[in-house]
């Protein structure tokens, strides 16, 4: 008989996979090495920035009072008593009409309470004029304006990007805390596959999907293992299946999840006593998409509709993966946009349509053809319309909301 399946949202669906997701373990990594990890812990300022307060600018250090009453007409003279560059400290004190030359970055002198740009002075003798009154405070750089010893500057689970390595280089922060990145399994399933180098005949088709999550993997800077093309065999599938559990934190199998003759992964998620967490979706495409646990080992079982695997690792993997990497933000960026083409073909489910977002305009339509067995359109464009199921069609004016999945194109620069 034929197993009944009741569909859930997608939001419940995608938060039953991030409830049942765990962090990895945390180690301590060098800091060069840290970038697209996620901090384990805290990173606080282990000093004031600026540390003492600076020059902003190559210029002179004055007392703003000297300046008093200067103008084009009453060019007030001062007179420079050291000259001091970046790294260097000036051991005298200024008074009266004194100054000292001082580059950006260095110390401010004692008696001095603001900096004149070269560019505002014209030079004499010794020293030289200004026609612009100071005000206490102007072109400095104060001690801990930028951050105070103590403060938190980086919460545990960020993404370490460049600049968060250049964080920790200024807080010495040789070696630092990160969660262990999980190891993904991909296993593409279908006696109908053939790998890139097979041969082609009748009745075959090429696996896309296996080197499309790979590559999806890689994005993500996680290690992927991809096993050779599986035919529908029940026990070699099995066998492949409990082997990629033992050494990966995430198996990842494409198609044979449907009710179809061949389609051996219920079986196997019942074999394996994992816990399905959902095996119905109400969404298009991929409403088949699986989700089991077990021990805290995940298996997604992904349709092997290129478009309805993409959309389901988008949706359900790519999460997971960010709350094992460490990451507060799991969830996907989305934003509302303005159809520009009409979609009349209504759907009891929230259909995710691979779309051209253009950012200029926040305009967006479906990216060329698009039945769920669509390979060109992942390729070609950078994001999902999602479309809230129901009985009517969308047109164009509709403000719809938009997954992002690709930021790489460039609008030109206008500024
Ligand atoms: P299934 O989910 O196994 O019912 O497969 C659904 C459709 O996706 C079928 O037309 C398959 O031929 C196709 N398909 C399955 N696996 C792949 C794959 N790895 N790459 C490309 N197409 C696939
Ligand atoms: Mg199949």
Known sequence: MLEKRTPIPVSEAMEKCIQNTRQKEIIDINYLDSLNYVL??????TYDIPMFNKSPYDGFAIRSEASDGASGEKRIAFKVIDHIGAGTVSEKAIKGNEAVRIMTGAKIPNGADSVVMLEQ?????DGFTLRKTFTQGENISFQGEECKRGDVVIQRGTVINAGVIAVLATFSYATVKVYQKPSVAIIATGSELVDIKEKLVPGKIRNSNGPMIMGLCKDMHIEVNSYHVKADDYDVLFKVVEEAMQQHDIVITTGGVSVGDFDYMPQIYKDLKAEVLFNKIAM??????TVAVSDDKFLFGLSGNPSACYTGFELYTRPVIHKLMGETEVYPTFVKATLSEDFTKANPFTRFTRSD??????TVKPSGFNKSNAVVAIATS??????????RGFVTGDTVDVLINRLSTGNGVPW
């Open 357 to 362: 977002l253009d950012f200029k305009t926040m």
């Open 382 to 391: 950078n994001s999902m319309i999602v479309l809230p199921g129901g009985s």
């Open 284 to 289: 298009r495409p991929g409403s088949v998409t």
């Open 121 to 125: 002075t014209v030079a004499t003798d």
């Open 40 to 45: 384990a812990e805290d990173i606080i300022a």
